[in-house]
């Protein structure tokens, strides 16, 4: 076997490996901490699965009851996407399932959060991959990555994993559970779809004729008057529709409604309808057949609006998602795994890094149908330091999705506004712990606790 020669191209307070939302805003806090920052990241662009995977809208700041929770900078994002035309901000959510969603364009979002990380200070690597890292007794010492100028070594004081899948904790041997602990099956994949030239006028006039096509238990009352109420279309439905599609043989997709969401970009819908089940997200084979199947089913979705839905007749499609959607994959054995317990009894931890209120979201990972479990209206949920630290390693935090948080709670803090609060918590504690030459778990809270609300965090006191 051929040894490579790895290139050392410098050191770092803080390396963070994952350019998605969450990693963009941990780097983004550790670099207005004054520390010096690298943030990897395997394609062109920022965003995750606001950008690659073409996830949206944002779901949700608030919680049900119509109380803001998330602030800080992931909100400071969407005030400059507003200003720039990139989102009409935070709007009531037309399906009923969440108080608020945010709208925003895919492409002003990659430059907004280039924007703010730059800002910061920290700088982007794009097109690179981690491949390994070293370890001294219970610290990482530096990881290997590649990219065009080869394999290449950089150092750090701490490390953050916003990669989404938890690469930094498997490479560190660190335990993990995939999926549901009783058979490791993970939520569906989704290959999301970008639908524009929508006549909305047509669309709506439809819903509001046709309830029973769109109603459901979650609904609040007053739903004829919602589309009155928002200036993007938010719902799942088109029930007898979808069913009889799917009888004569031109929908294979093994879900029980189609669920769209306007854009910033009036008349374009994003479909999150898509359903992949079976396939191993950590398996590149099965992600590999997974994308293929996705566009597939993207393609269904598409032929089905033309043939059957109102206000879809001249509607085009304007792209796949780049990559194919996960929800859900390792689960890092943090110091403290949440648990639906946690979420639904509001569990008031003595350090919250952030806080949140989407409900527990399960797509089922066997067949057609979501499990969600609410909240009181007025709920808030809390998600303490010690759910992004682990035992084996002393300066490695975890951010994004993938914390310690079994399938349930997992299910409601992998969204991309909970997900981001999480950045910026994870950044603040790396930055303040390289700072002041110590590593998180030694860091004292109330210095955490301080800072994070200096920049706007709301920790829900």
């Not at 709208?103 to 200070?121: N, R, S, T, Y």
């Amino acid at each position: 076997m051929k040894n490579f020669q790895a290139k050392y191209i410098g050191e770092y307070d803080v390396v963070v490996v994952g350019g998605g939302v969450s990693g963009s805003h941990a780097a983004i806090a550790a670099g207005r901490t004054g520390a010096k920052v690298l943030l990897i990241e395997q394609f062109g662009f920022l965003g995750g699965s606001l950008t690659a995977m073409g996830v949206g809208p944002m779901m949700t700041f608030h919680n049900r009851a119509g109380k803001q929770l998330v602030f800080g900078s992931p909100n400071e994002m969407v005030e400059r996407l507003k200003a720039k035309g990139g989102s009409p901000g935070h709007i009531l959510d037309g399906t009923g399932y969440c108080s608020t969603v945010t709208p925003f364009d895919a492409e002003m979002l990659k430059v907004v959060l280039e924007d703010m990380v730059l800002e910061a200070g920290a700088e982007i690597l794009y097109h690179t991959r981690l491949i390994e890292l070293t370890k001294e007794g219970k610290s990482i010492t530096s990881v290997f990555i590649h990219n065009r100028g080869g394999i290449q070594e950089i150092k750090a004081k701490q490390f953050i994993d916003a990669s989404g899948d938890s690469e930094l904790v498997k490479l560190s041997n660190i335990p993990f559970t995939l999926g549901r602990d009783e058979d490791h099956k993970a939520q569906p994949l989704t290959m999301n779809v970008k639908i524009g030239n929508v006549n909305t006028k047509i669309l709506r006039k439809y819903i509001q004729e046709n309830w029973d096509q769109f109603d459901d238990n979650i609904r609040r009352e007053n739903k004829e008057k919602v589309l009155d109420q928002t200036s993007r279309i938010s719902l799942w439905g088109f029930y007898d529709l979808w069913e009889k599609a799917k009888k004569n043989g031109e929908v294979s997709i093994p879900r029980d409604n189609v669920l769209f969401f306007e854009t910033n970009t009036e008349g374009e819908f994003i479909f999150n309808t898509s359903r992949i089940l079976g396939l191993n997200p950590m398996n590149p084979f099965d992600i590999s057949k997974a994308e293929t199947i996705g566009r597939k089913q993207c393609s269904e979705i598409y032929q089905f609006l033309i043939k059957y839905a109102p206000g879809f007749e001249n509607a085009s499609l304007v792209s796949t998602a780049p990559h194919i959607g996960i929800r859900e994959s390792r689960h890092p054995h943090a110091k403290y795994v949440l648990n639906s317990d946690d979420l639904v009894n509001e569990k008031r931890f003595e350090n919250p890094i952030a806080v949140g209120g989407y409900p527990i979201d399960i797509h089922s990972p066997d067949g057609e149908t979501t499990e969600s479990v609410h909240l009181r209206d007025e709920g808030i949920y809390y998600i303490p330091v010690d759910s992004l630290l682990v035992n084996e390693v002393d300066n490695l935090i975890l951010a994004g999705r993938a914390i310690g948080a079994d399938h349930h709670a997992s299910a409601a803090i992998r969204v991309t506004p909970i997900a981001m609060s999480i950045g910026q918590g994870a950044g603040t504690l790396a930055g303040l712990a390289a700072c002041n030459n110590t590593i998180p778990m030694a860091l004292e809270y109330e210095k955490l606790a301080i800072q994070l609300k200096e920049n706007g965090v709301y920790l829900g006191d």
